[in-house]
């Protein structure tokens, strides 16, 4: 069974940086695509950022630029650096993952596994 595990939020201040991880087991990381969502309240949630089992990554309009999307295939870890951090960017963000292919990276409905979230709250 999937397991994803995130890390690395908090509060931070307008203009700061995060790191998020996102500690995966029981699947063959390697061969999975993984994304970021996030969810603020009252909101849908949306894709962040995306990256396929041979590296290529996309990401959102809004995070492209600021946010880059990584990951360990020996440490079968997720990472997502977030930096120039906005008030816009808080919310629960998730970790998933999906292991057939898929056209579109970034629409939750295609994506199998999900983690249980981790909290950011960007200050103005």
């Known amino acids: 069974q999937v397991q994803l595990v995130e890390s690395g939020g908090g509060p931070v201040q307008a203009g700061g940086s995060l790191r998020l991880s996102c500690a995966a087991s029981s699947f063959t990381f390697s061969r999975y695509t993984m994304a970021w969502f996030r969810q603020a309240p009252g909101k849908e949630r949306e894709g962040v950022a995306a990256?396929?089992?041979?590296?290529?990554?996309g990401y959102a309009d809004s995070v492209r630029g600021r946010f880059t999307v990584s990951k360990d295939n020996v440490k079968d870890t997720l990472y997502l650096e977030m930096n120039s951090l906005k008030p816009d960017d808080t919310a629960m963000y998730y970790c998933a993952a999906v292991g057939r292919f898929i056209t579109f990276w970034l629409r939750p409905k295609d994506y199998t596994d999900w983690g249980q979230g981790t909290q950011v709250i960007v200050s103005s």
């Open positions: 990256i396929t089992s041979v590296g290529s990554t």
